[in-house]
């Protein structure tokens, strides 16, 4: 990744869905958790997010290791952390 990164937070039905747009590659990388949070309604998507890799064939977690980046996202306690994070075609195919 480069230096031309902004975070964004998206709202959807009510949800932060946290977001970075890089400017260099023109696209935008969203948080795997908070999709995931805002359309299961999960108490814990991060556990949904664990065993949904789990569940994964080897060629589908080939694909999403080459396509699921972590970048640092701020987090509701004010502190950056490395969240893992998918372009708009990834977070489409997640869904």
């Given at each position: 990744m480069n230096s031309?990164?902004?975070?964004?937070?998206?709202?959807?039905e009510g949800n932060e869905i946290r977001s970075?747009?890089?400017?260099?590659?023109?696209?935008?990388y969203f948080?795997?958790?908070?999709?995931?949070?805002t359309l299961t309604e999960s108490k814990n998507?991060?556990?949904?997010?664990?065993?949904?890799?789990?569940?994964?064939t080897e060629e589908e977690k080939s694909e999403l290791s080459t396509k699921c980046r972590q970048l640092k996202m701020k987090s509701s306690d004010g502190k950056s952390y490395k969240t893992d994070?998918?372009?708009?075609?990834?977070?489409l195919r997640l869904i």
């Open positions: 031309k990164l902004e975070t964004i937070s998206n709202l959807f970075i747009w890089d400017s260099e590659k023109e696209e935008y948080s795997v958790i908070d999709v995931i949070s998507p991060n556990d949904y997010w664990y065993k949904l890799k789990k569940r994964m994070t998918l372009d708009t075609k990834g977070i």
